[in-house]
């Protein structure tokens, strides 16, 4: 559906801000259940955006703008499309544009970051730095209104002077944006600093377009009530809260704040319904429980690697269970429907051995995978090394693979994300058909201790499989739980 540019409406309005490795769409969609009005995403960088394309994902439901490399980069659902904001880091006008009329479609209104003091986004001339290049700004900004059919909007840091800040937002409104939002913090300044509320007012009483302030999470929102204290402090049309919802999205419920334990399992369950990577899920929780982490669930918390022990940790692991056999049966069911649709015939499959299994790497050692239990057993009795043909279906960008032992055919009828996991997957098959270990922790296969290990790059189904990107992921950075003062990452937007 196209949306007419006038339809997003910035005055007296709850927005969710930007924050890096937070506003993915399991967080945008929470803060819009406690009632948000306008949610942005994190800040996204035009050079990895315009090399993205546009896949629609039947499974999840959700338009996907997906790398070179598989990774999604950004992700949205309709859901959220009347009130999502994209934001984009940039420093040139037609990247800014292409990236624009890339995701305009799908999304409510385009941000540029005209505010984050990090070097990673200064040294490339994007974020703070482009307060220092009115000219360019100008550009971007006039290049935006005129190209594409959504409002356009910029978030800014205040400059050192009232009278220079006073003379780049005027700049700023003439080009034509539908609103600006405004950090009350200069470039240097960090959360331990006051958040100005004198000059967003000064700035809301001089500009006739919607104002909203943003900073005040340190100072002055701690509870809903404080949002609307900090909006008339400001003179500002509408809120933009960063910290304060990164630690509990409830803060835009009028009836106020919801326990954290109920919080955080919501949170999860949308990760895991819309695939969100690990890491990125378990970065979110990390700043929601902060002083917490240090509590038995803080603890189980830390030392998940993956989404389902995420889930285990909160007491969801029935949740994640269901929910992925429900995507597993809608992956093959959309997968058959396709290979009706294109006429192509259905592989034939008959004589080969099938059982729904995965290969979970907990239950392995890292160097003795189910792969190598198969070829050493091959070796013993003496058999041809075992065959592996694996197909990625372009659907879902999801791997299925059969392996061929004596001229038997063996495969996992669950699809996995990646062509090793499908690998050993298949292996797994094989190996219980023929009542044979399968190397799991605790289960004795003396013969394959005997061997010499294999260096982690010579074998094929070893710990480097745990490097492949999979969908959602955004970061691999650890995460870091912030204490009192510290510097946030997401910090500047």
Known sequence: MILNSLSLCYHNKLILAPMVRVGTLPMRLLALDYGADIVYCEELIDLKMIQCKRVVNEVLSTVDFVAPDDRVVFRTCEREQNRVVFQMGTSDAERALAVARLVENDVAGIDVNMGCPKEYSTKGGMGAALLSDPDKIEKILS??????????????????????????????????????????????????????????????????????????????????????????????????????????????????????????QKYIRYAVQYDNHYTNTKYCLCQMLREQLESPQGRLLHAAQSSREICEAFGLGAFYEETTQELDAQRAKLSARTSEETGEPAEDTSGVIKMAVKFDRRAYPAQIPPKMCLLEWCRREKLAQPVYETVQRPLDRLFSSIVTVAEQKYQSTLWDKSKKLAEQAAAIVCLRSQGLPEGRLGEESPSLHKRKREAPDQDPGGPRAQELAQPGELCKKPFVALGSGEESPLEGW
């Open 143 to 264: 290049t935006l209104v005129k190209g594409i059919r959504r409002p356009v909007t910029c978030k800014i840091r205040i400059l050192p002077s009232l009278e220079d800040t006073l003379s780049l937002v005027k700049r700023i409104e003439r080009t034509g944006i539908a609103a600006i939002a405004v950090h009350g913090r200069k470039r240097e300044e960090r959360p331990q600093h006051p958040v100005s509320c004198e000059v967003i007012k000064a700035i809301a009483d001089t500009l006739s377009i919607p104002v909203i302030a943003n900073g005040g999470s340190h100072d002055h929102i701690q509870r809903y009530s404080d949002i609307e204290d900090f909006r008339q402090a400001t003179a500002a049309s509408s809120v933009m809260v960063a910290r304060a919802a990164m630690w509990n999205p409830s803060i835009f419920l009028k009836e106020g704040l919801r326990p954290l334990e109920e919080v955080m």
